[in-house]
């Protein structure tokens, strides 16, 4: 059978909708009781509806399987966990029939897939596949929900170091090419990762990681940097505006001007809640062929049409008095990248005495409420606390 599910609320970011489909499929689950599940994201381009199936499965122990891998960050990142039959990409029944094998087996189930090393397997492959910061917030949250407790501390160690690989190849191919890179772990398939991989070709050539870590030494904020390969730092003067809506208000009105920072607040787990997306702001500085990095505490678009920087997941977030809701037009902050740090001309006494961010009010009751009253941080899945 399939399983219609309610389209989450557009107006929430990326890791609430994800808790909503969870939420939905594991209700819909214990009513028609299935055996195992086909995990599909159908036609809609959210990578929080997959990570909400697979959050699903997990707290139902269910048998799952990857139906018909896509070529998107986290679909890759699941199959290089262990979800996908390689064998799929060639044959559309094998995901089903791998299903029904697991049903007659009795697993493996998803946590048994899921452990320090198929995560690790799945950051790099994803990653690799050209994954951003949405990728480590939905990882992180199958981590914890497998109880993997250290993965925050593994996304900071090995983002950095993951590449992107150049080039279109299948997703065997792929994970060949990454070789010793990855763990071998058991699959859906019950077979180890490695025993699945064809020999390997000449490998196409690999980017530099476009992911940093940068942070504040004395105030404790932290952010995700992505930018271009080659970039060093990135600085420039704040231009600060408290949503998407009024930061493309101000590209359009020509008050952004290149050297600025566009620094756009009260879009993280709490503020937005669930961590917005900023793709609409994407497609209005290219519009407006306007290149100025972006610093907010929500998250990038997900294929972000320009090719300068994305400073995301700025913690602690605007909504959580955090410095990123102190800031102020004319600021100056700079990103140094090959120290990983966050320095700024303004003093931490003066900081600390400005007025905060002014969090915009949600309704006191619904699911929505609940989650940002009680949401985790995004690097450790922004899940429900």
Not at 90 to 103: C, H, K
Not at 131 to 147: D, Q, S, T
Request: contains cysteine.
């Amino acid at each position: 059978m399939t399983l219609s599910l309610p389209n989450a609320p557009l107006m929430h970011g990326a890791a609430l909708r994800r808790e909503w489909i969870a939420d939905q499929a594991q209700v819909a689950c214990i009513d028609y009781e299935p055996s195992a599940l086909l995990l599909h994201r159908g036609h809609r381009k959210e990578e929080g509806e997959l990570a909400g199936l697979v959050l699903a499965a997990m707290r139902l122990d269910l048998p799952a399987v990857l139906a018909a891998p896509h070529h998107t960050a986290l679909a890759v990142a699941l199959a290089a966990a262990g979800f996908a039959p390689l064998s799929g990409e060639r044959d559309a029944l094998a995901s089903p029939r791998v299903a029904v094998e697991m049903i007659n087996s009795g697993g493996p189930r998803p946590k048994d897939l899921l452990n320090g090393f198929s995560l690790a397997n799945a950051l790099r492959a994803g990653l690799a596949a050209g994954g951003g910061p949405e990728l480590l917030v939905h990882l992180a949250a199958l981590a914890r929900e497998a109880g993997e407790v250290g993965f925050s501390r593994m996304i900071r160690v090995l983002a950095p170091e993951s590449p992107a690989l150049a080039g279109s190849r299948t997703i065997a191919g792929l994970f060949a090419a990454l070789g010793d890179a990855l763990h071998d772990t058991r699959t859906v398939e019950g077979k180890m990762l490695k025993e699945s991989l064809p020999e390997q070709s000449a490998q196409a050539p690999a980017e530099k990681s476009r992911l940093r870590f940068v942070a504040g030494r004395a105030s404790g904020v932290e952010a995700v940097v992505s930018v271009p390969p080659d970039a060093e730092e990135v600085a420039g003067a704040c231009r600060v505006c408290g949503s998407e809506g009024e930061a493309i208000e101000a590209v359009a009105g020509g008050h952004v001007k290149e050297g600025d920072l566009l620094v756009v607040v009260g879009c993280g787990v709490q503020g937005g809640p669930g961590l917005l997306g900023l793709s609409s702001l994407d497609e209005a500085l290219t519009a407006a062929n306007l290149d100025v990095p972006v610093v907010t505490d929500g998250l990038p678009p997900q294929n972000p049409s320009r090719a300068s920087s994305w400073i995301s997941l700025f913690a602690p977030e605007a909504a959580d008095g955090g410095v990123i809701g102190r800031l102020r037009d004319g600021d100056f902050l700079r990103f140094d990248l090959a120290e990983g740090r966050i320095r700024t001309s303004v003093t931490a006494d003066e900081l600390a005495n400005r007025e905060p961010f002014a969090k915009r009010d949600h309704p006191g009751f619904g699911y929505a409420a609940r989650y940002a009253a009680s949401a985790l941080p995004a690097l450790e899945g922004a899940g429900f606390g």
